[in-house]
């Protein structure tokens, strides 16, 4: 048989034995919702206060009375975003939290406290939700070091978007800050603002295509071959 027709044998035969598994990225169109509440471990609770839904601030200062304000104390924010639409569907901003860690004193800041981050997405295109609760373990340790906020797991989201999956579901920081993956720990010097966002892909769930079963194949590869050796004897008659 000339290579010609084993190459074409091997051509036809070599598609049937993939699986496809490739996923598209979606055009998605979403809103997001953030709430900081339940502080819980305050020893002192006028040194952790809430401040509406998505803010809560901790820590005096003395000489300013020692009550704890926006603008002397540490501030948590959870980012609320609007209705937004990702053209391709990578990285989508699910959530967003920011922390401005200021030097506060240390009679008047509570070593370690928690609070509660919860966050929802409501998926208009393509259609779903999305939700986790982060039990935020915040820990004030002593200046100058910087300070923590642990349990911070991205495993811990979830969603159900029928027809499409999730994909590199990460937190990502920006600014002086850093964020360790494994972990689940954020890290802010003093006197400055990080901000850290829930990040993930949105694609089209795969459709995997169904491999032919192995005799399948040898019989269709013993065909080709016959065909090759068919070939190869009317040329050798004709000769």
């Given at each position: 048989?000339?290579?010609?027709?084993?190459?074409?044998?091997?051509?036809?035969?070599?598609?049937?034995?993939?699986?496809?598994?490739?996923?598209?990225?979606?055009?998605?169109?979403?809103?997001?919702?953030?709430?900081?509440?339940?502080?819980?471990?305050?020893?002192n609770?006028?040194?952790?206060?809430?401040?509406?839904?998505?803010?809560?601030?901790?820590?005096?200062?003395?000489?300013?009375?020692?009550?704890?304000?926006?603008?002397?104390?540490?501030?948590?924010?959870?980012?609320?975003?609007?209705t937004?639409?990702?053209l391709?569907?990578?990285?989508?901003?699910?959530?967003?939290?920011?922390?401005?860690?200021?030097?506060?004193?240390?009679?008047?800041?509570?070593?370690?406290?928690?609070?509660?981050?919860?966050?929802?997405?409501?998926?208009?295109s393509?259609?779903?939700?999305?939700?986790?609760?982060?039990?935020l373990?915040?820990?004030n340790?002593?200046?100058?070091?910087?300070?923590?906020?642990?349990n911070?797991?991205?495993?811990s989201?979830?969603?159900?978007?029928?027809?499409?999956?999730m994909?590199?579901?990460?937190?990502?920081?920006?600014?002086?800050?850093?964020?360790?993956?494994?972990?689940?720990?954020?890290?802010?010097?003093?006197?400055?603002?990080?901000?850290?966002?829930?990040?993930?892909?949105?694609?089209?769930?795969?459709?995997?295509?169904?491999v032919?079963?192995?005799?399948?194949?040898?019989?269709?590869?013993?065909?080709?071959?016959?065909?090759?050796?068919?070939?190869?004897?009317?040329?050798?008659?004709?000769?």
């Amino acid at each position: 048989m000339s290579l010609r027709y084993l190459l074409l044998g091997t051509a036809l035969a070599a598609p049937l034995a993939l699986t496809s598994l490739s996923a598209a990225a979606a055009s998605v169109t979403y809103s997001s919702n953030g709430t900081l509440s339940s502080i819980a471990g305050c020893t002192n609770p006028a040194t952790c206060v809430q401040n509406g839904q998505n803010q809560i601030y901790w820590g005096g200062q003395n000489g300013f009375g020692g009550s704890p304000s926006p603008y002397i104390s540490s501030v948590l924010t959870a980012v609320d975003a609007g209705t937004t639409t990702d053209l391709d569907g990578q990285n989508v901003t699910l959530g967003q939290l920011n922390w401005t860690n200021r030097a506060t004193a240390d009679n008047r800041t509570d070593d370690s406290f928690n609070v509660t981050w919860s966050l929802s997405n409501i998926f208009t295109s393509p259609v779903g939700l999305g939700s986790a609760a982060f039990n935020l373990n915040i820990q004030n340790t002593q200046n100058p070091a910087g300070d923590l906020i642990l349990n911070l797991l991205a495993a811990s989201y979830t969603a159900n978007i029928p027809g499409y999956v999730m994909t590199g579901l990460h937190f990502e920081e920006e600014g002086r800050g850093s964020f360790n993956s494994l972990t689940g720990i954020w890290t802010n010097p003093e006197g400055y603002t990080s901000t850290l966002r829930l990040l993930a892909n949105v694609v089209t769930a795969p459709v995997p295509v169904p491999v032919p079963e192995p005799a399948s194949l040898a019989l269709f590869g013993a065909g080709l071959l016959g065909l090759g050796l068919v070939r190869q004897r009317k040329n050798s008659s004709a000769i």
